[in-house]
Nanobody, 125 residues
């Protein structure tokens, strides 16, 4: 399974960006899709996650500014809508997918985790 992320770039403080991530490949189903970020010198952290049933959770630092959504038609794509960006949002943003492999017949197989290559978001003050 491959994840293709796009949409990063340079934006001024207070601006907006939308990140996109599309999954391709063969698998049984998606359990969740998420966005993580990693700032220089810091650990990777969860920004937002959307479950297959639509439940969402966002980190407290972004919940009033960011939102996560998915493509209801394709369901293999997820978006991160980032508003009121701050310099501290500067990071490489990674798309994450937790899914189930194809099992026997129509059944799901074991779970797997895939990561995209990351897209850089830079917010200038």
């Amino acid at each position: 399974v491959q994840l293709q992320a796009s949409g990063g770039g340079l934006v001024q403080s207070g601006g907006s960006l939308r990140l996109s991530c599309a999954a391709s490949g063969s698998f049984h189903s998606i359990i969740s899709m998420a966005w993580y970020r990693q700032a220089p010198g810091k650990q990777r952290e969860l920004v937002a996650r959307i479950m297959s049933n639509g439940d969402q959770n966002l980190d407290s630092s972004v919940k009033d500014r960011f939102s996560i959504s998915r493509d209801d038609d394709a369901k293999n794509s997820v978006y991160l809508h980032m508003n009121s960006l701050k310099p501290e949002d500067t990071a490489v943003y990674y798309c994450n997918l937790v899914g189930a492999e194809r099992g026997k017949g129509w059944s799901p197989g074991r779970n797997f985790v895939s990561w995209g290559r990351g897209t850089l978001v830079t917010v200038s003050s």
